[in-house]
């Protein structure tokens, strides 16, 4: 008997506390799974609310406002026929848990909560959430009175479980789970669970999606077994960028693999899984089978009625399992790039502003700032070139132009990218020809401005207090005196970026709206402690700080 499994693993632009919209993309990620033939769908950490909810997540609303949603999924019949597994925070004994809820045809298989809290680096779990600490346990929970209206159910099973279903095994575990040393998944692959699922919210970090393929390759390669893998994508609403990346592995190899970077709001990975090649996989390495039969930890199991592969009668002998492919990882230089550029477009987008202004000195870190700005319109340019329907509607909207379809990143850059050369009598022509050349090459709307009039007004005006005019150093002025000049043109840069990036939509477009202002000071000098304060440092955003 030939038993072939499609499932599928999403990568979702979840928003945290936008309720409407992520059930919206969860749905939508369900039906293109089912519609791909997938009988197993799991989705990202905490996607019901998002991830980013934060100090929201102990709001007794935000707990209910889930329920909601999933309320909405289990009425939805179009959705029968797939064990879903999607996640939401859940208050159980008075204590809140991060849990994933799996549902089937209406009801509510079981609810896992995460046993393992990330609590190091931007993560901050347990200010949020409480760790289930019965490895292997589990205990009835009482659901709420309109969610046992929809399922005909009083209480389901709470805790560390398996999902057992006609023809295999289910195991769970969350994010930080696969990064421990004693991994949830290794107890439960001794005691059968073939398939295993990790929904997290992992956001980018250079070359950290070579560790994530590490790990699971190593788990299926030692553990035997498939193992899904789905992310958070975007911006949700922080400093950080989750970078998807869905994977798909089984023993040892991976069988399919999303991007990591693009601004599709909804990315759906499938593979069809042959279980037979696990079993012979698993049965071919004696010191595995010899530690799952003196393994004490015997899960209790959760029986799903759906058969994840298909019956012999309906087999489709075109259907073969996925082939493996080698992983796709890009170079350092290509995450800088890409990684910042989707975190400014779904910031822009969620802002309802019209684009972004950068003050462009000539200078490598102000160059490398526009550079990943055009980073960006290169992406969104793609995405609408393959008829991204999210794309095409978020660029109507930012541009101000319904309907307007952009054919390169220069034409998007025109719109909604504005650079200023902010000079001088000090300022070199050299860095004033770099800031001109870069902004024809990105297509930016390039304002070439010469401030020496308003320093000028500055310094007369502390004259005209004081009864005193400062000079620099090389003027004989006093270091005080120097340094305090040089300040006067960095600062002043700040208030005209501010200026410029509310009023030049206006002059280009009547109803054209700001701009976000983005600084360059790159992640050094703000370790440091280098650079002058409140001058083009201090702004909305800052991409390379």
Not at 360 to 380: F, K, N, Q, W
Request: with cysteine; glycine share 8%.
């Amino acid at each position: 008997m030939v038993h072939y499994v499609t499932v599928a693993t999403c990568a979702l632009n979840q928003w945290a506390l936008d309720f409407q919209g992520n059930y919206e993309r969860i749905r939508e990620s369900i039906l293109q799974a089912k519609a791909g033939g997938a009988r197993l769908r799991i989705g990202p950490e905490l996607e019901i609310p998002g991830y980013g909810c934060q100090d929201h997540f102990l709001e007794s609303d935000t707990t209910l406002h889930s329920w909601e949603v999933l309320a909405r999924l289990l009425q939805d019949r179009s959705l029968d026929g797939v064990l879903i597994d999607t996640g939401m925070p859940v208050l159980h004994r008075n204590s809140r848990y991060n849990c994933r809820v799996v549902i089937l045809d209406g009801r509510i298989l079981l609810i896992r909560p995460k046993m393992h809290l990330a609590n190091d680096g931007n993560y901050r779990e347990p200010r949020w959430f409480t760790e289930w600490a019965r490895v292997a346990s589990t205990e009835d929970y009482v659901l709420p009175r309109f969610i046992a209206d929809i399922t005909g159910q009083k209480t389901v099973p709470f805790g560390d479980a398996l999902i057992s279903t006609e023809d295999s095994c289910v195991g769970i575990e969350l994010c930080e789970e696969l990064f421990t040393p004693q991994s949830p998944h290794i107890a439960m692959s001794l005691d059968g669970a073939e398939i295993i699922v990790n929904s997290s919210g992992s956001h980018h970090e250079l070359r950290k999606l070579g560790r994530r393929i590490e790990l699971i390759r190593e788990a299926t390669l030692k553990c035997g077994g498939v193992y899904l893998y789905a992310n958070q994508k975007g911006c949700d609403g922080d400093r950080v960028y989750y970078d998807g990346s869905a994977m798909v592995l089984a023993n040892g190899e991976i069988l399919a693999m999303g991007t990591q970077f693009s601004i599709s709001d909804v990315e759906v990975t499938l593979a069809t899984v042959d279980l037979g090649a696990v079993r012979a996989f698993r049965a071919g390495m004696s010191s595995r089978s010899t530690q799952a039969a003196r393994s004490s930890v015997r899960y209790p199991r959760v029986v799903a009625g759906i058969s994840l592969s298909a019956q012999q009668a309906q087999f489709d002998f075109s259907v073969r399992p996925t082939r493996p492919l080698a992983p796709r990882l890009h170079a350092p230089a290509e995450e800088i790039a890409l990684g910042p550029a989707c975190w400014l477009w779904d910031y822009v987008r969620r802002s309802s502003l019209g684009g972004f202004f950068l003050p462009l000195s000539g200078g490598i870190d102000s160059c490398a700032t526009a550079v990943v700005v055009h980073s960006m319109c290169r992406l969104v340019v793609d995405a609408c070139g393959r008829g991204d329907a999210q794309a095409l509607a978020d660029v109507g909207r930012v541009c101000g132009e319904s309907g307007f379809v952009p054919a390169t990143a220069q034409e998007l850059a025109s719109r909604i990218f504005c650079t200023s050369f902010m000079g001088t009598a000090n300022s070199t022509a050299e860095t004033r020809a770099r800031a001109r050349a870069l902004a024809a090459a990105i297509g930016s709307y390039h304002i070439d401005v010469d401030m020496d009039a308003v320093v000028a007004a500055i310094v007369g005006l502390f004259a005209l207090v004081t009864g005193r005019t400062p000079r620099y150093a090389v003027h004989g002025g006093t270091s005080a005196e120097n340094l305090a000049l040089q300040n006067i043109q960095a600062r002043l840069r700040m208030l005209l970026a501010y200026l410029l990036a509310a009023l030049v939509p206006w002059v280009r477009r009547a109803a054209g709206r700001p701009l976000l202002v983005l600084a360059s000071a790159n992640v050094d000098e703000a370790l440091r402690g280098y650079f002058t304060k409140y001058d083009c440092s201090s702004a909305d955003l800052n991409p390379i700080g």
